[in-house]
């Protein structure tokens, strides 16, 4: 494993997946911080509208590529972040054999090129993960209940032989590995389409139909607010010492189902009848993680409270379906908006 190249503060860092939810915040917050931001995506999720403030600008260099194909860039690159893999089951169910690919296959790829340019590497890894866990929150030592020959598993075990293959590297200290085990995050530039409760639970709510809510609406999750979660990201990459194993980046605060629909409609100031369906197979009962290493290594707690997150995720589709319906009234692929036949809730 190389030195890292740069002791400065201005760093040129690879950012895969950086048009997407996650990743385009996190190139934000890079560009913001003075750095300079090579950003990788091929736009399977990702939309360049995500980055669009960044298009030109000096410091920063949008990618079209597959982290799947082999991949180098010319110039030195000091860190890398691995955030490519579409992270909704509607998304990475579309094309489960890419989707584990991704996660193999490309994670490769990019630990190798960490390799050659002495990059520190950060592993964007999932709370899917522990499965349908049978510990209560989920510490990183606990080892997980996932199928892993369900619908699920393209995703779930594609980001555990990731976590394999970082750790391989770093043991034959070839690579400086970081891993974050990301729980529930939301935000603006969530897709209405992407699937998950929270852009569901809200697109339904400004479109006036009938809120989903599979199984009994008891099932919990744990929800970070996106600025929340760039900050570990960024902390988990910028301690000194690598630590010797997964970390968890989540709200440890827990709520079900129900009550998140109650949020959502309260701060929307609508009433909307609800339809049960049944749980997607796999679908985890209860999600909250346990963070006291994030708290002891990073320094790191989230700070913003779920109702406070709520009011610009709200705001941002309200922008997203209000441009659509003036817009384009075809609704094309990547803007369609989720109706009750959406079938997972659960990822990341």
Known sequence: MQERRLTTASKRILVAGGAGFIGSHLCDHLMAMGHKVVCIDNLQTGRKENIRAHIGAERFRFVDADICDPLEIEEPVDEVYNLACAASPPSYQADPVHTM????????????????HGARFLQASTSEIYGDPEEHPQREDYLGNVNC????ACYDEGKRA??????????????????????????????PDDGRIVSNLIVQSLSGEALTIYGSGEQTRSFCYVSDLVRGLVALMDVEETPDGPVNLGNPGEFTVNRLASLVLRQIGVSRPVRHLPLPLDDPRRRRPHIVRAEQLLDWAPVVPLEEGLKPTIQWFRQVLGEMTKVDRARPPHLVVPTATVTAQGAT
């Open 101 to 116: 690919m991704t996660c193999v296959a490309g994670t490769l790829n990019l630990l190798q090129l960490a390799e050659r």
């Open 162 to 191: 990731a976590e394999a293959l970082c750790y391989d590297m770093l043991r034959a200290h070839r690579v400086d590995v970081r891993v974050a085990r990301i729980f529930n995050t939301y935000g603006p530039r969530m897709r």
């Open 149 to 152: 020959t369900g619908p699920r």
